[in-house]
Nanobody
Framework: QVQLVESGGGSVQTGGSLRLSCAASGGIWSRSCVAWFRQSPGKEREGVAAIDRDGSTTYVESAQDRFTISQDDAKDTVYLVMNNLKPEDTAMYYC????????????????????WGQGTQVTVPS
């Protein structure tokens, strides 16, 4: 059974940083694209960044300058480091995984991802 467990969210002041973690289990690690999405109240869930098992990364344009996705193969864990956080980054952040390679098309819609975690809340007060 595939499981994705996020952690690392919290409340941080504008300009601060956070590192989110997504621990994967259930046999999906070696053959999947793992991505981070986020969803603010009243908005659609949007892709942020994704990483292939070979370490190749894909970002949405708005995340390229401040966010970094990485992975630790020994721990089956994907990280999202977020720097210079802004109030508009406030959202529930979700880890998602799907067999196959990451593409920009995949990041455009949650419908391309089969497995999801429960999310971790990030709050940047204005």
């Amino acid at each position: 059974q595939v499981q994705l467990v996020e952690s690392g969210g919290g409340s941080v002041q504008t300009g601060g940083s956070l590192r989110l973690s997504c621990a994967a289990s259930g046999g999906i690690w070696s053959r999947s694209c793992v991505a981070w999405f986020r969803q603010s109240p009243g908005k659609e869930r949007e892709g942020v960044a994704a990483i292939d098992r070979d370490g190749s990364t894909t970002y949405v344009e708005s995340a390229q300058d401040r966010f970094t996705i990485s992975q630790d193969d020994a721990k089956d864990t994907v990280y999202l480091v977020m720097n210079n956080l802004k109030p508009e980054d406030t959202a529930m952040y979700y880890c998602a995984a799907d067999p196959g390679y990451c593409t920009r098309t995949k990041l455009r819609s949650r419908d391309y991802f089969r497995y999801w975690g429960q999310g971790t809340q990030v709050t940047v007060p204005s």
